[in-house]
């Protein structure tokens, strides 16, 4: 089997384990109260967002909490939210599939972490490949003007385990893993990834490779856009 030189980071607990709860200070709130206390400060009288020149957004902030964004959101958002910004892991079919039925196809067309795939691209691959492909990023809450739904990272299950090196040297098998994903439907991307590493995915039950319970036919990788 191949040596890679990163280990592979922790992985999160899966989406049925995590809490429906998001830190806004003082208290722990679902995502739909803080969405809404998001709004509630952001849209007030005298608020940043409503003074000129700034009023760059009338009416948009809220639009997620709105489309009810935050049923679907919630249970795949980590525990690290801060107001405002709430990253999400393992980002699955399901949810994906219910993203692609409620954002604007705009939307889904153009948004993209700076030179990575688009958002609508990212989502309809995990939908068709639901056992190879997740996603990972963060939502902008009503909170800011830029009120978003953002993918910065694929996670890809690979057929086999694949050589990547820190330094991507001649025996290094990133190029394996960008091949893949073009050929499962993450192909508009501008740029390759800027970083790509082994990572945790579903199956791997967040045990390293070699560990005892370990499945080492589950190979999975993570590319990320900065």
């Known amino acids: 089997m191949a040596v890679t030189?990163?280990?592979?980071?922790?992985?999160?607990?899966?989406?049925?384990?995590?809490?429906?709860?998001?830190?806004?200070?003082?208290?722990?709130v679902d995502l739909r109260t803080a969405w809404t206390r998001e709004r509630e400060l952001a849209t007030c009288p005298g608020a940043r967002h409503d003074a000129a020149p700034v009023a760059r957004c009338p009416g948009r902030h809220g639009r997620l909490l709105d489309d009810g964004l935050d049923e679907l959101l919630d249970p795949v958002l980590g525990p690290n939210a801060t107001p405002g910004y709430y990253p999400f892991r393992d980002l699955g079919a399901h949810t994906a599939a219910g993203l692609l039925g409620r954002l604007d196809p705009e939307v889904l067309a153009s948004e993209r972490q700076n030179l990575g795939p688009t958002l609508g691209t990212v989502l309809r691959a995990v939908v068709r490949h639901p056992d190879r492909l997740l996603a990972e990023g963060y939502v902008i809450g009503p909170l800011r003007c830029d009120e978003r739904v953002t993918v910065t990272a694929v996670l890809l299950r690979t057929d086999r385990p694949l050589r990547i090196e820190r330094r991507h040297d001649d025996g290094c098998e990133c190029d394996d893993v960008l091949r893949t994903l073009t050929a499962l439907g993450v192909d508009d991307m501008d740029a390759p990834p800027d970083e790509i590493t082994p990572c945790w995915?579903?199956?791997?039950?967040?045990t390293p490779p070699g560990a005892e319970g370990a499945d080492d036919d589950e190979p999975w990788y993570r590319a990320w856009w900065d």
């Open 5 to 28: 030189t990163m280990p592979p980071p922790s992985r999160p607990a899966p989406e049925r384990d995590r809490p429906a709860a998001r830190f806004t200070p003082p208290d722990l």
């Open 201 to 206: 995915g579903p199956a791997c039950l967040a």
